[in-house]
Every structure is written in C-alpha cells, then in structure tokens.
C-alpha cells in the first residue's frame, strides 16, 4: 500500500519508473535463481484513509511495511487492528466479519 500525498495519477506515474527498474533486477538477480517476486502496489490517498474498506484487514493482520515517512501507515494499522474481525475457514477461503 502506498500512501501518496500526491494526486493519484501523479504517484502512479513515479511509482511506474520504478517499478520498470525493479523489473530488471527481478530478472537479473531473482529469475536466474528460480524464484519469482510480485510488486502490486495499492496507491491511495492521505485523504482516503477516512473511508473503511475491508482491505486495509489483510495489510493490518498480513502486511510489512517496508518504509513508512511520518509512522502514518503504522499509526493507520494500529486503528485498523483495533475494529473486532475474525477471518472463518471457507471452501474457497476464508470470510471476514468485522463490526461495524
């Protein structure tokens, strides 16, 4: 997740350039070796962090923040891991319940 105090468009576009680049690396120095390293990232907004959206679940109970300028991600997880939730087993997964 990438937390821009930029426009969307804006990070995007930063965000693409270094993505290209880690793409090389990927292939030079992880392929090679048989192993395989995805980078998807999520951009949104400072603003945007005042709307819940259940994804931000699996970033508080899953996710490593490798760099955080300011602590806000981890000021924002915090307050995502104190909402009760509970993550059920599922056929095809799981179901996440949370209160509202």
Known sequence: MIISASGFLETLREISACLQELDSLHVELLLRKGLLMNIA??????????????????FADY??????????LEKFLIDIEKIPHERRPYADGEILEWAK
């Open 63 to 72: 996710g490593i923040p490798l760099f955080d300028r300011n602590m806000i």
């Open 41 to 58: 990232p999520l951009i949104i907004t400072q603003t945007s962090l005042n709307e819940f959206n259940p994804i931000y679940f699996d």
